[in-house]
């Protein structure tokens, strides 16, 4: 009996994460109600609070899902891994309601009282192993701390994003991520590896493409 | 009679401005009522809609004068007049309400329905001119270009000044610019440039104290 129980459970966590991240992208914290999630997903009050506490619970786990919405379309290694992440994000930034719900929680998040920087240390550590894995590689010029880069450029995606929603809705997002690149690889990569570094936003597609698994979150979207 | 009627019209606006800074960053957006900005303000509600027509406009006169809280420090030119730029930024967001209100109401405005480039856009024409002057003066790599970096300047501050709010309420900000310039400068100045220019926290200061008009919007914090 225990593991189909438990099997169910993480099943419920999973569809109340996806109904809230729904509500969360369309309303906004404020405008999110918990009747609204809970016929999004399908479940009784008593399930919702069986896994969390509150609203506000509900919203952290939905901010700190975004990575779960990228990685598991990368294949690459090293500094080309940390270019396909921003390049991955950019493109299910468009599309992936959970990664969406987690971006615009993120940056609302004080305006309904919360301060969380986990979200921005979860990806700011993601990144900062790719980075520890390039300089492994050979790939980061002398100097370049892994650590801090990882910071500045979960600093500029968060930023790029932001201005690129006020300017175009994001529809030049890709192209952001690939300026940013342009910008940023002759000074902290080798020139080997700023010559072979592919960014192409046709590598997230290509991606998606490749490995995107049968009920991805990004499948619910209507 | 012209002349004094237009003075006390312009002082009435900046008045107006002002007030609606500290309620905005006090309250954010939803929080703050008009009669609360009237009565900081010590304006009537016909003077203050024969100059904004409702709280969206007085919004967006905020999130529009936050350069105006931080040119008139400055006094160096090309790519060390950018650097300065974001070292009194960084500054000054700890100190000044009506910056800190722009820059809470730029990040928040799609909560309350706006969606307003012009903020980000007056940023990065700013930074373009500095690296424009930079070019000129031969402190550019070949191949940067000052429009796109100046927009990566500005998407890097805006997501910076987000994570550095979440993780210590700002108090990190100035030590995440100089960690910014630090991974830039050596891809993007010549080497000469790159040695000299200075990107300390102390030039803030000292900026400050060296120009401070009397009456300056950060007096009136308390």
Known sequence: MGQPRQERAIQTRGALILAAAEVFDEYGFAGASI??????????AGALYFHFESKEALAKAVMNAQSDTILPFLESQGLQRLVDITLVWARRLQTDPLL???VRL???QTT???RDSSPYQAWSQIM??????ARERGELQAGVEPSELA???VEAC???QMYAAAETCRADLSDRVVRMWRLLLPGIAVPSVVART????ARALAAEEATAPVGAPGDGTG
Chains 1, 2 share one sequence.
């Not at 009747?35 to 009784?44: N, P």
């Not at 592919?198 to 936003?201: E, G, N, Q, Y």
């Open 151 to 153: 910071e500045l450029i």
């Open 158 to 160: 968060t930023g790029m």
């Open 198 to 201: 592919a960014v192409d936003p």
């Open 106 to 108: 993120t940056g609302e």
């Open 35 to 44: 009747s609204r999630i809970l016929k999004r997903a399908g479940v009784t």
């Open 100 to 102: 969406r719900a987690g």
């Open 128 to 133: 900062e192993e790719c980075l520890l894995a």
């Open 112 to 114: 309904f009282g919360l």
